[in-house]
Structure formats: C-alpha cells, structure tokens
C-alpha cells in the first residue's frame, strides 16, 4: 500500500501558552477524528506530530489514523524552527518509503507548519536541510502579526496568515488542513496523483489569508 504521509510541524514555544495551545491540542483532536470518518484518509493518509520549542521533538512518529493517539502538548521555551525542518528530513529519510525501479514508494508527504514567532536557532541550516528533501504541498502558517511571513516564504511558496492565533482562527485552520488532507487523499486514491500546488486544495476559510 502506498501511504500519503503527513506531517504537522506545530509551534509549542512560550509565546503559544494559554488559549492559542489548548487550541492546537483541540485542533489535532478534531483533525483526526474527522479523517477517520473520511474512507479516502483511513485508507492512505499517515499522520506524524512534530513539535517545536526550545528543541525540536518528533512526539507522534508516523501513525496509521487508526490507531494514532493523541500526543501532550505543552507550551514554552523558544522558537527552534531550524531544528523542526532538520527533523522533519531526518525523519521522512527513515519513515516514508522510497520509489524504486521495482516498487513504488510512498506518496510525497504533505507538511503543514505553524508558527506565531520569529526562529531563535540556526534557521538556515535546517532549511537547507528540508530543501534537499522531495514533498508534496507544504503550507506555512504565520499564526497571529508576529509570525515573520518572509522567513516561512523561504521554506514555501505557499503561505498563509492568521489574523490572530486565538481558539476559534486556530479552530478554522485546522479545519481546511483536514479538508486538504481529505482532498489530497482522495486524489492519490483516484487519480494516482500527488497535488502539488495550494489552489488544488480547498479554498481556506475567511480567517485563513493567503500570503501573496
């Protein structure tokens, strides 16, 4: 079986503590239970947790839907972006199984970030790191006005803005990644093909602004 990984790279540093990080926690909750309602998803989708504060931390690896379990997550620290991006490439190097002449691999995995900060480590050589990495669509997202747009523009082209990171923006966003990966799932079952660009996902709801 071909799997359609995702992976969520979720900011968890100090900033994010009180209402913004309960709503990530609801997020992912929600997230999951919808895709196990979803055929398409329970059959290809594979979701992993990466979070990131002072360090970076794979707390869910990469997990058939049914039997995911909800991580904890907790807020503090700093904004170690840098080190998410090294993760996540480490990571789909020994989680998501390669094409080869003889057999084909996973689908490209799909990655959503969110980040209401500015990185605190050595963002450049993460980066660096994930760009040597093949994915699918990766959608940054700048989580309230002091997420820097332009950083997450170095990462991907497709970026989106919440206007603030409080319950129900962060609500609304989890809701058009489920019905990204909804979509995305459905269209590796179908057509057998990866999406690769923002605008063949679900358009984002009014709190989710897409960055031009």
Known sequence: M??????????????????????????????????????????????????FNSTAQQISPLTELTTFQ?????????????????????????????????????????????????????????????KKRKFGIVVACAAGQDANTNTLKQITENVVQLDTADSATIKAFFKWVTASISTSSKSVENGGINLE?????????????IVV
């Open 70 to 130: 909800q991580p904890s997550i907790d807020a503090g620290g700093c904004t170690a972006l840098g080190e998410a991006l090294a993760l996540l490439a480490e990571r789909t190097d020994a989680e998501v199984t390669k094409t080869t002449a003889e057999h084909k691999g996973d689908w490209r995995p799909l990655v959503f970030i969110m980040t209401d900060g500015e990185p605190t480590d050595d963002f450049t050589k993460g980066l660096n790191e994930f």
């Open 197 to 209: 660009k923002m605008s063949e996902l679900p358009p984002p709801p009014p709190e989710v602004n």
């Open 2 to 51: 071909r799997r359609l990984p995702v992976y969520l790279l979720l900011d968890t540093s100090g900033s994010m503590y009180g209402e913004p990080i309960e709503a990530v926690k609801n997020g992912v909750q929600t997230l999951v239970s919808s895709l196990r309602s979803d055929p398409y998803a329970l059959e290809t989708a594979f979701l992993s947790v990466i979070t």
